[in-house]
DNA sequence: CGACCATTTGATATGGATCAAGCGATGTGG
DNA sequence: CCACATCGCTTGATCCATATCAAATGGTCG
């Protein structure tokens, strides 16, 4: 009976929590030992838009996308979060975005007004939470620019960017759908599709499989990039 | 000679420092009591990308803009500041965009570090640090958003969003030019300019000059934001 | 008044969206 | 084990919103 809410010690330890070769600090350890662990199931909403936002996460394995809807039907990605990545941290009280586990997805889950508190004495964890969010923002802003390129930028772009953020190199394993890629740049699945073959045919990159990108040239795709 | 570096106590009270309506903060006091008046003619650089982070900005008078350029000159504007908003705060060491005076404009500056110093002893003064960029945070989220919408909905947008920032209920002042609208907005100065003469046909705002609108039919406009 | 710069307006071009099949992988029931 | 439905992705044909190119208009300031 108690064992699902029992201190995830083990699970803490064990889990590939901490993205390679990062130093964990004073607030991702605190996660690490106070969050409990969640699971998620794929497409499984893990915190709707305008809910309290009264915890935060941090990837333990799977993929997480955020998003925002508008009323017809629009869909904005807001960012993809991998393992080792924190998400749902804001300063208001209610999320802004919509989280989904993009596959099956194990999650710490932490309070937040214990992270909060924990704060007010350590300055290290405050000076953490707010990196965090500091962090957030230049993704955000990164986006912005992101938005006023081309399509094959925004492609060229997201693919450097998720090679950077995942282990293996030149190998890129996806976990998202086209229609994610394209509701994240800003483009259509048709744009994002065409796009891809057209990096394939300049040999630019290789695609053993629609999920498996290989980056086969980063100086030509870097020219790429605007 | 010292009068230039002296407290500037006198103009810290005086001057329209805080947004109308609004109850200052620690921290907002904080830079009101230790920041140190600054002027900037119009046009004139405040801080450069790549620069130090080393001082957090209030404006007075006047208005800002920070942006970015990409290397073929396409430029996107981050965001626009008014007197009372706080800019130039990153958690990193160095700024991610430039910042530039739209019309002469003064300044509120302080040190970085004597904030964050004052915010160790002062957990009221550290969780605003967080707010103001969390606050920022939110701004980018929602310009991420606008860059999705069509050219119409992201002029409505920035005129409502406007109206939302200056007093003086639906009449707008515009400090920024069209360049800058356009380039805030991911479209051309044609574009933006057709949009608002459409706006103008339908009834939906007036245009006494090119810098002054009038919000005629807020209902009408907020159908047009998406 | 005349020069300059910002803005508007007009004509045309185009990148990416939309509409519409086709195709390959995965799974399900007979 | 195979027919066939389903789903995600690619490919093709056409359209359209916005960019681009070009010129006219309107302030502003010496």
Redesign the pocket.
Known sequence: MLMQSAVPSRIAKDAAVTKPGHVPTATEDAIDMMGAPMSFRRNAEIYGEDEPADYLYKVVSGAVRTYKLLSDGRRQIGAFYLPGDVFGLESGSVHSLSAEAISDTKVLVIKRRALVALAARDNGVASQLWTITARELQRAQDHVLALIK???ERVVGFLLEMASRVRGGNQIDLPM???DIADYL?????????T??HLEDTAAIE?PS??KVVLRNRSALGRLTG
Chains 1, 2 share one sequence.
Not at 186 to 194: A, K, M, W
């Open positions: 081309t399509a094959e759908s086209r229609q800003g483009l259509t699945i048709e744009t994002v599709s065409r891809m073959t695609l629609s999920r």
